[in-house]
């Protein structure tokens, strides 16, 4: 059975900090990786696919990589602001629909 | 496109009572899943369903839980009795066939916020 686990559950930076969140998936098995964020009281909103076959996607300040046989993802963001203050959660698509993590909260501190 | 609609937002019922939560999915897509979040839990699949078929309702909890898709456009998830342990969001979510599942992104409504008390 696929397991998604992120690390760490929580972080606060300053503002203009480079950050790393990190996932990990037990079967390497997938067909994509898929990162969200959850602002409070809201639904999931798609931020990057990644492609078994790809090992890295871009998109803004946002740069997520794959490393699919080490059961791995990390998403990068550069020059973070307080409006990327939010809850972000990495999900697989292998023989199941998607499997999310527990997601890191994320606090940027103006 | 006014992206995946559900309803209510908010509902707060009392243990024993039936809840019915309502989805709307995006026109033209032909997944639709029905996910719930918890604190402890996280994210969990409950049911989904492709061209309104169910594929896979093995996250479905208890028989008290039931989903259907009568068309297209229309899906619910009900809880029969409920009970304080249901309290929960409940995400529906949707996405096109192209590809199936994989390499599609998967668009959230946001959710309904159940309390049972």
């Known amino acids: 059975k696929q397991e998604v686990t992120q690390i760490p559950a929580a972080l606060s930076v300053p503002e203009g900090e480079n950050l790393v969140l990190n996932c990990s998936f037990t079967?390497?098995?997938?067909?994509?990786l898929q990162w969200f964020r959850q602002d409070p009281g809201k639904g999931l909103t798609s931020l990057l696919l990644i492609q078994s076959s790809q090992r890295e996607q871009t998109s803004g300040r946002l740069n997520a990589s794959l490393d699919k046989s080490s059961g791995r993802s990390t998403l990068y963001i550069a020059a973070s602001q307080p409006g990327d203050s939010a809850t972000y959660l990495c999900?697989?698509?292998?023989?199941?629909?998607?499997?999310f993590g527990k997601g890191t909260r994320l606090s940027v501190i103006a | 496109d006014a992206g995946v609609i559900q309803s209510p937002r908010h509902e707060v019922t009392e243990m024993g009572q039936e809840v019915t939560l309502r989805c709307k999915p995006i026109?033209?897509?032909?997944?639709l899943f029905w996910y719930r979040q918890t604190m402890m839990r996280g994210l969990e699949l409950l049911i989904y369903f492709n061209n309104n078929v169910p594929i896979d309702d093995s996250g479905m909890p208890e028989d008290r839980f039931s989903a259907k898709m009568p068309n297209a456009s229309f899906s619910t998830l009900k809880i029969q009795p409920s009970e304080p342990r249901d309290s929960a969001v409940y995400f529906c979510?949707?996405?096109?066939?192209?590809?199936?599942?994989?390499?599609?992104?998967?668009?959230f409504g946001e959710g309904s916020w159940l309390t049972v008390v």
């Open positions: 999900a697989v698509v292998g023989n199941t629909p998607l499997v």
């Open positions: 979510a949707s996405s096109s066939r192209t590809g199936g599942l994989v390499g599609n992104t998967i668009y």
């Open positions: 026109s033209g897509h032909d997944y």
């Open positions: 079967d390497s098995a997938i067909y994509n």
